[in-house]
């Protein structure tokens, strides 16, 4: 459901494009349907908004302030809609979240049960996702809060908190390397590990890494979930590289946390992302405060959070 007209809709088609047929094709309309629209919204404004050449349209300085204003309104739009669709039939707030496993696993729940103290009547839908996708979900509307790590800077949302989270060597209590203080990179690649899935953010550092250190791992297990990761650490089955927000908290699990020294894993940051100029009310703000409060303050350099840890 469109909140934009249609008229500035197709403008901003072929000021992406520079092209009225590129622009027809790509909505499924007639080319000339397009350059009668483009035609009343110049005739409203008094000004030409584009300079036509013979490759191609390029916006004036009129079009530019209003592909400006478009762009802004889109973003009112899908914040509004956005905010629509999450009240319940009694009109009460729900809070939509994206967040990756490590998130979910009790940073994102946490922030959830301590809100509802503070508003008993909020609900919440989590949904648990990759990385790229959260900060999708966030950017286009579809989400309120995404809670996810990233690698480099943002353009498409608004980061909220950013951190570095210590990652961890996660082993069974008779594991080789459990009597360790820290683990350098070759030395846990001797061993059997269980590691994310192509394309997260900690695999894609891990196998950086790799590549720096000029050594092979072996993978004896890729999955991007925690409970069949630490399953596979209880069972004997190797080493696991966890976050220190996903890092098993069950004192009788038998598992042993190690820091995993290497600067590589320093640009993975855990954050809190939002719309650009999204609406939120009191809720939602205080929802995003409860989960920076959850979360090491600022841009933490190595060696920060906690060090190594055993069952108490």
Do not use: W
């Not at 459901?1 to 092209?19: D, I, K, N, W």
């Not at 905010?83 to 707030?93: C, K």
């Not at 630490?230 to 190690?258: E, N």
């Amino acid at each position: 459901m469109p909140l934009v007209p249609a008229a500035l809709r197709y403008f901003r088609e072929v000021a992406q494009t520079g092209s009225i047929a590129v622009a027809a094709d790509n909505r499924h309309i007639t080319p000339s349907s397009i350059s009668r629209q483009i035609a009343k919204l110049e005739s409203e404004i008094g000004r030409p908004l584009f300079d036509r050449h013979p490759r191609g349209m390029t916006l004036t300085e009129a079009g530019r302030r209003l592909l400006a204003h478009v762009h802004r309104s889109e973003l009112d739009a899908s914040a509004l809609l956005a905010e629509m669709r999450t009240l319940d039939p009694a009109g009460f707030r729900r809070i939509v979240v994206a967040c990756t496993e490590g998130f979910a696993h009790s940073v994102v729940p946490q922030a959830m049960s301590r809100l509802r103290l503070i508003h008993p009547a909020i609900t919440f839908r989590l949904d648990v996702v990759g990385r790229e996708e959260a900060t999708r979900r966030v950017a286009e509307g579809d989400a309120d809060v995404a809670a996810t790590f990233a690698i480099g800077g943002q353009e498409d949302v608004s980061v909220d908190h950013s951190a570095v989270v210590p990652t961890f060597v996660a082993v069974r209590g008779d594991h080789p390397l459990a009597d360790r203080d820290r683990v350098g990179f070759a030395e846990l690649c001797d061993h059997p590990l269980a590691l994310s899935a192509e394309g997260a953010s900690q695999r894609e550092l891990f196998d950086i890494a790799a590549r720096i250190e000029g050594v092979e791992a072996t993978v004896a297990l890729e999955c991007d979930r925690l409970a069949p990761v630490y399953a596979f650490v209880r069972s004997g089955g190797g080493a696991a590289l966890v976050s220190g927000l996903g890092m098993d908290g069950d004192p009788d699990g038998g598992l042993v946390h190690i820091p995993l020294a290497h600067p590589v894993f320093d640009r993975r940051r855990a954050q809190i992302q939002t719309m650009i100029g999204g609406r939120r009310g009191p809720a939602v703000s205080d929802f995003i405060n409860l989960l920076v409060s959850l979360l090491p303050h600022g841009d933490t350099g190595r060696g920060s959070g906690p060090g190594r840890t055993r069952p108490q």
